[in-house]
């Protein structure tokens, strides 16, 4: 009895991994298309600065002609600074999460195999199990063999009663 309840728990526990490999999946998906996005903005990004071709910034900033243009060409660097920023931090928490979600997908598939291993062994246990009762069985002499057939129509009939017992009224 006890091996067939932890097949059971196996079982149970290899549908919920099962849910949970179905959800990891979308959620590895979602970070795949987050990562594609941020390497798709920082390629234009980077495009960009080529096409725009290279400059020196002390250069720039001196040849302004008055403080208000000085001011007014900082804030403009300032801005084309922290845009490239922006794109390039993008581009490193989405292939940070990219990694994460491939690494718990990973993990979840880890755990699928062993617990299949593990319900195999179980179901091979009962196997064994029920291949030497059935050998016992087949011994038994014809009395034993109507008190063992007793003993588990009372059995079975207990288990009943409890369950029963155990379900509040109204409830199927």
């Known amino acids: 009895v006890s091996l067939d ?8 526990r290899l549908a919920v991994t099962a849910q949970r490999l179905i959800e990891q999946e979308l959620a ?6 987050h990562l594609a996005d941020a390497r798709i903005r920082f390629r234009e990004r980077i495009i960009g600065v080529y096409k725009r071709g290279s400059y020196d910034v002390l250069e720039l900033l001196l040849s302004s002609d008055t403080l208000t243009e000085l001011a007014s060409r900082m804030a403009l660097l300032t801005r084309i600074v922290e845009e490239d920023s922006r794109v390039v931090a993008d581009l490193n928490v989405a292939a940070a999460d990219a990694r994460y979600q491939q690494t718990v997908m990973a993990d979840l598939q880890a755990q699928d195999r062993a617990l ?17 009762q059935d050998a016992l069985v087949a011994q038994l002499t014809v009395e034993a ?3 063992l057939l ?6 079975a009939s207990t288990r009943q009663q409890w369950r029963d017992a155990s379900i509040p ?4």
Request: charged content about 45%.
């Open 5 to 12: 309840e932890d097949r059971r728990a196996l079982e149970e």
């Open 28 to 33: 590895v998906d979602e970070a795949d298309a």
């Open 116 to 132: 299949e291993r593990a319900l195999e062994e179980r179901i091979a246990s009962l196997n064994t199990l029920l291949a030497e």
């Open 145 to 147: 063999r109507e008190a």
């Open 150 to 155: 007793q003993a588990r129509k009372l059995n």
């Open 169 to 172: 009224l109204g409830t199927e």
